[in-house]
């Protein structure tokens, strides 16, 4: 079982990225799914979730910028950024669980490693 993100990196403030989670080991479509991010010395927050029919959830801090979206038959889940912003820069991780609220109250399933994202100048 492995969730596996990549497409971080250095972007100065105003562009975009789009992070891609692969999933691998287990049955992902069944599986509410979401992007969390973690700054230097913040606590870890919930960015954008995806239940497993599709549905979506953003945090009110992300105001627009950010789309989740999966793609079940290929075992992907992506977080397209946009306007980033220098607080956006943070570890951000994937994970899945047994649904939206599982997600909201921190309780997952599978955990990936991260990729760092870093907005600067």
């Known amino acids: 079982v492995q969730l596996a993100e990549s497409g971080g990196g250095l972007v100065q403030p105003g562009g975009s990225l789009r992070l891609s989670c692969a999933a691998s080991?287990?049955?992902?479509?069944?599986?509410?799914a979401g992007w969390y991010r973690q700054a230097f010395g913040k606590e870890r927050e919930l960015v954008a979730a995806s239940s497993s029919n599709g549905n979506s959830f953003y945090a009110n801090f992300i105001k627009g910028r950010f789309t989740i979206s999966r793609d079940n038959a290929k075992n992907l889940l992506y977080l397209a950024m946009y306007s980033l912003k220098p607080e956006d820069t943070a570890v951000y991780y994937c994970?899945?669980?047994?649904?939206?609220?599982?997600?909201?109250?921190?309780?997952?399933?599978?955990w990936g490693q991260g990729t760092q994202v870093t907005v600067s100048s």
């Open positions: 080991g287990f049955s992902f479509s069944g599986y509410a």
């Open positions: 994970a899945t669980g047994r649904s939206m609220t599982h997600l909201f109250t921190s309780e997952y399933d599978y």
